[in-house]
């Protein structure tokens, strides 16, 4: 039974150490939980030899040795309570290694007489005589054990999520251990003797061993069926070479020895065994270690596949450059494999439109065309794993081969997205003079369309910045090209200003000798003129005076638009400037019969915020129309009245009137309106008047509007917003 | 009223001869005492030489603009132009207004007048 128990917990924590172990080999929980799994199995060991042995001289040795054991087991259980579930010691080196020399040193002392004097004789077994420092070897254990289930219960309180659930395992095994020591060997030997169950020791402890392996790969999301899996098999295989081992040992012995049984007692059997074993459980590990020794000597030029597949994924993740890209991806391909040249070459329709190379080939360059001809000639759109060119394996001899050995190239892959060939991953021979090996080309396929979707991501990007680039070219461009306009426009604008007022005063300069010499002519003549001269002399005198009007109200009219027009706003009384206004025309209209009414009073007052003699050029213009239409026995009215804010001012007159259809044009430049309808064809005016007018209002904010009904004459209407309402009205 | 006007004197500064002598004619015809002049520097000249009761400058003459001329004496004398009136056909805003700020009394855009409007105004300037 207890040799049952033995192997079932040796095995069993031993591999449970290495499974955990090798869950992450780094982690100095890990490292910890294995040196204390390989422990127990030793300690398991030696107890059971200790009490099977038959030597006195050999009991002391292995009871000492049992104690020994105690100590790391007792150091790495508290180490473990102390470092779980993190994977750094939570100490120093330094404290480390002082716990390591007093664990050293303690287990050397146990050797020797201090702790155990001798072994005496009782009835048929051996007991062990404690010396002097028995009882502090034991306060030390002990006190470490108590100290390591302190913590344990500490850290448990005080954590938090997973690591709380870890401790709970742990808490929970270490109970569960605890518990059935006390029930099933403390009480049995302390009250009745019973030794019973003494062999069941180790067994508990390994439940302990069992939850904290649990606690460790549930932490690191390990799949605990595969570990059980793989620990199932591990034991089945131990088994199996067990006791092949041992049926091969027993058969040889047994006819060496003259057929009698090799094994006179069970510990002779036992101790090959595990042997044994231990041979076959080391045997995986020292495989690897010396394969990589090996491998590193004989076979430099292997790489693993996963890393090379990672260090690229990585690599063309990391960036969205073109340029930087294809160097990156081509330098780790070629560094791995161990190839002499490698370039990435994109193509559209037959056309190299970028590449890139790294690494040298001392065979001539290769052309353009011939290049995008072996890209386009590796790519087969019907057999998606055939889409690779190898130069080995090309039968026969074609221009295409010819072309590939001309340049040294070994391998062209062609790189494709959605069905598209965008280029090709072009490679050298190998540095090594080797053929690529299939683990190579496998490698080159599974990498290519990563390759293209990659390289095509990195193209879209550079032309997009490209794009970009253009495109702020452009604008910059364009805006110089508006500032030098919008230069050229002020100049050709300075220029207008200078040749409008220069042309204006030229033209009036000629005009005013014109117009003063025929004043002179009619005005001054020594002989009283004769008709038809004084006619002719007096239509020249009004042509001239017309022409003139016209350059003012051109002049004028460019200030206006050019927004030069200079307006000096105060306030005035609107009285005031009508009343100069029908001072100035009275006379005109006296001349023309027509009977000019001023519909104001003197002292009315309304005050606008107005320049003077525009405003009175404003009515000047309305009232001349006005005397111009309006047929000899007409009348003109001047009125006006407040209106809200505002004061309308209206000139009507009993003219011809106009059309309907003809008031919107009005206010336009050169609006030529049609009066053939009235009895006054040929009224000349410059067709500026109520344009500037208009335009004059709207500068005072005002509004002007005619009514009209053709045969029964016009009122034109001025609206402008009065200073003060009512304050000032008839003060 | 004929005895008042010879006690007066005008200086018309005028570079186009028609206008010169027209204007010249007139305002003699009235009875002022008239002189004129036909380009910049001469009219400077004069203006420092001599004084007159009125002086209608035109703007754009040869050799020295009206302006430079205001300008010049403005520096040299610092002179009002109280007897200044611009008699011009430039109707440029600004230049009409700078040589406002210089002082001149008052300017008439000599289209818009007849030689009997003409002497209207400066018999205006005159009395007052």
Redesign the interface.
Known sequence: MEIIILVLVVLSSTILGLFVFNSNPKSATNKIFLALSVLIAIWSIVIYLSLATSSRMMTLILVRLTTSIAVPLTGSFLLLMHTFPSDKLKMSRKEFFGLITLFVSTMLLTFSPFVFTNVKVVGSSFAPVAGPGMVAFAVAVNGAAIISVILLIRRFIKSKGIEKLQLNYLLIGFLVMISLIIITIFFPVALFQNISFVSYGPLYALIFLLTTSYAIVRHRFLDVRFIVARAVAYILLLLFIGLCYIAVLFNIAFFINERKSPFSTLSDLIIPTIVALLFALTFQPLRRFFEKITDKLFYKDHYESNDLLWDLSRSMASTLGLDQLCKGLLNILLSTIKINYGAVILVRKDVVIWASSTGSTSLKPLKSHEIANLIGLSYKPDKRNENILIFDEMGGESAMKQSMRDHGLTIVIPLIVRKELIGGLVLGEKSSGEIYSSEDVELLKIVAPEVAVAVRNALSYEEIKKFNITLEQEVKKATQRLRKANIRLKELDQLK?EFV?IA??EL??P???I???L??AI??SPQKLQEPLKKYLDISYKSTERL?HL??DM?TVS?IERN???IKKEPVNVIDVLSMVYEELKITATEKKINFVFEFEKGEKYIINADKDKIREVFQNLVGNALKFTPEGGKIELYGREKGKNIEISVSDTGPGILKEDQSKLFQKFSKIDYSYSSHPNQPGTGLGLYISKQIVSLHLGDIHVESDAGKGSIFTVTLPLLVADALKNE | MSNEKKNKSILIVED?Q??RD?YKQILEEEGYMVETANEGETALELIKKNTYDLKLLDI?LPKMDGISILENIAKTENKKFTNVVLL??????PII?KALNLGVRGYM????Y???ELLKEVENYIKN
């Open positions: 200003d007022s204006s005063h009036r300069t005009m005013t000798a117009k003063s010499y004043w002179m005005n001054k003139i350059v003012n002049l200030r030069k027009i200079e | 186009e028609y206008l027209l754009i011009t056909n430039l109707g440029q805003d207004a855009i000599k289209s818009d007849t030689p009997e």
